[in-house]
């Protein structure tokens, strides 16, 4: 009697709201209907539709329909407002237009994979919770080690994207060396000019931001100069610093250089220095008979970063870290806790939760799975051959209409500028750079390099072909010749 007077009743209000969150076959076909037709436009249009387009909108000009209320809206009302609102202004990802920065395109079967393990919201955290998640990202992961020339027991993670993949590999790398506070003053980065800014967030972000830093001399090429590398190691050691680690680059974001791998990493072995590849940009390339060559010695890097929302043309959202040795990244990111004891019960394979931050995360691996496993690798190749040509030609072009051109591409970004006979090259080359953005059928980004304003193509959406370049050369030629 006393024990049920104690249950609580319950008193729920708004009974009638519960439901809405679960819906109906017949309300999802609707909602898919309409979500499908909207991405189906969307794509038919990428062709004619602008690849850049200035914000219209005034920021006094925002309407409320971006705030949450408390009412609803039908989707009939909110699709135009998100084609308006957020798929026009700005850059367009999804337009084979898009060279600049490094594009990616992203492929419709990710977003069909995205999709699935969104419907499904298995938890890729922890083998235990869903073990085809798990093996399907640790497959994904294997695939890429390989790929880089990896064997024997490495590991990784898939991230959000390469600043994040950056900084588990800085934290691994810290890790693994044993740095501790009160080294850091006497703890020796190398890096150089063209690295990767979201290396220097994730050197600050490791506690490292009190290591002394070395920007090693690049060639003409932007390169790190191997003999300058080991030169500076051994001054640091005679006076008593200590050689932590190197970062290089394959394929940096200003030129798409990368450094001589195989060299650096020897010196890295003879100093025993870990050594950080930064292949956001260039390490799918691997998959190409020429990259293979212009990458070689990736495999002997202790830690690699990919992105594979760059070279394998992924929406957003995805990058990889891989350590050579899986026992360091299973160090850097160890811990207890006594509700995960379950767990620990069921382990077949390393599990994400171990092996990075994240406990929570998005099943970010079937975004990768599903496009791969339906197309097979072979087209991804072909389009990263297409990118490298589209890029030699590009190259080749602007050069004879009398452009200044930095390095023959290795990868696909070109940098070039117009040196005019009685203008500033700096002004001029950035009001073409405007023009071509009002212009918007195509869009490429700029770049500075010791003072001179270059501008910058990267070809690398799977969307991207000779038909863009071409456009491209014409409208350069309409705004430099006019
Ligand atoms: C060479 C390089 N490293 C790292 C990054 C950072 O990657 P993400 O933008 O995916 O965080 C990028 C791209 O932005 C890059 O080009």
Redo the contacts with the bound molecule.
Sequence with gaps: MGKDSQIHSLNISNKDLIGHLETSPESRQKLQQAILGYAEDFLNNLKTDKAYQYNRYEKEEQDSFFDIDEAKYPVAEILPFIAERVDKPGINPASGGHLG??PGGGIYESALGDYLAAVSNRYAGVFYASPGAVRMENALIHWTGKLMGYTGNFGGNL????????LIAISTAREAKNIKGKDLESTVIYTSQQT????QKAIKLCGLGECVLRIIALDDDYRIIPEKLNAQIQKDKAEGLQPFLVIA?????DVGAVDPLNEIASIAQAHQVWLHV?????GFFQLTAEGKKVLTGIEKADSV?L?P??GLFLP?G??IVLIKDIAHLAAANSYEANYMQDTKMHQDEMSPAELSPELSKHFRGMRMWLPLKLHGVAPFKACLEEKMELAKYFYSKIKVMGFEVGPEPVLSTVIFRYLPKNTDANEFNAAIVKAIHQDGRIFISSTTLNGQFYMRVAVLSFRTHQREIDLLLEIIKEQVFK
């Design positions: 920065y490094i991230t959000s994207g390469g600043s994040i993949a950056n990767h800014h979201s290396l680059n394959a394929g940096s974001t930064d292949a956001a940009y260039g970063i992105d929302h760059k957003y995805s990058g």
